[in-house]
């Protein structure tokens, strides 16, 4: 597994997103850590968590639980949503939450600092320097070793950068062949040294815990090119975002050990921007994969990449 740089630690280019172990329509336990087991023995030293990764209203936490105790991996979990156990999600970013939110994280967890607590997502009430704030405190306490910041604008972004410093090491933003609203924030973030962390890398290739019984086409670019070079979709697929920019560290869900698997496998193809990867498709635009195009197929016919 190669690997990239979150703040000035080197972890694996993918990482696991855990949410799918812990809500709606989750595996058995037992599955659950057999999935994180074969993440592990994949070569997978970052995962994603929650305190709001959970199904019923009365399992804050179920998703960090899962992951206590876990060596030689990073822990990335979030604060300030919430799941009320209707299928809803709240926003809850104020100071008071919010250090409340990590007190409950490092109990979870097993241990005395957290290697990186993300924002979950900016509250419309709370301003969001006091939500900084919050996490600046953490970060002064010894609780958090770095912050990131999740679904948030490259105004913000760039807010937090000027009010945190080199504390400030990452972004999540939903990002995928299906959802591109985020590439600003992906440029800014290589443009800043920022790790950008796509979540639901998959969609449009394919269904997420997130998308119910949303369908999924089966005929994009992506799908052909996994046909002919005799690989899954999702591989290509988070090749593919790994070749966007090296800052970029896609965690795709799993809730089975070959799923993930497969998922880790995808720097194989190597799709990179050094010297010794190979060329990697290019995006000319369109949605759902419509405008991947092989090396030597995109304008100009040289293979070169075109500005994203």
């Not at 998703?63 to 876990?70: D, H």
């Not at 604008?153 to 985020?182: W, Y």
């Not at 880790?264 to 995006?283: F, H, I, N, R, T």
């Amino acid at each position: 597994m190669i690997t990239r740089k979150l703040g000035d630690v080197e972890v694996s280019a993918i990482g696991l997103g855990a949410m799918p172990l812990s809500i709606e329509g989750r595996p058995s336990r037992e599955r659950a850590l057999a999935t994180v087991r074969a993440a592990l023995d994949a070569g997978v030293t970052l995962i994603d968590t929650a305190d709001s990764y959970h199904w019923h209203a009365d399992e804050v936490g179920h998703n960090e639980e899962l992951l206590a105790g876990l060596k030689g991996v990073l822990i990335a979990t979030k604060g300030g949503r919430g799941r009320p156990g209707d299928g809803s999600w709240t926003v809850d970013a104020s100071p008071e939450h919010l250090k409340r939110a990590c007190e409950g994280s490092l109990r979870r967890l097993r241990v005395d600092v957290i290697d990186l607590y993300q924002l979950h997502k900016p509250d419309p009430v709370v301003p969001f320097e006091d939500s900084l704030g919050a996490l600046a405190e953490l970060h002064a306490e010894g609780k958090i070793r770095a912050i990131g910041l999740s679904n948030v604008d490259s105004a913000q972004i760039r807010r937090a950068r000027e009010l945190l410093g080199s504390t400030f090491v990452s972004v999540q933003n939903e990002f995928s062949p299906r959802v591109r609203t985020s590439e600003p924030e992906l440029r800014l973030c290589a443009e800043l040294g920022l790790a950008f962390l796509p979540w639901s890398p998959l969609g449009g290739i394919s269904r997420s815990s997130l998308d119910r019984a949303a369908s999924v086409p089966e005929g994009t670019e992506f799908h052909r090119m996994a046909r002919d070079l005799g690989v899954s979709p999702q591989r290509v697929c988070l090749a593919w975002l790994l070749s966007l920019s090296p800052t970029v560290i896609p965690i795709p869900g799993a809730s089975r050990p070959g799923s993930i698997r497969d998922s880790a496998a995808a720097w194989e193809l190597g799709w990179g921007s050094g010297p010794d990867e190979k060329e990697c498709p290019v995006w000319t635009g369109g949605s759902g994969g419509g405008g991947l195009r092989h090396p030597g197929e995109a304008s100009g016919g040289n293979g070169d990449r075109q500005t994203r």
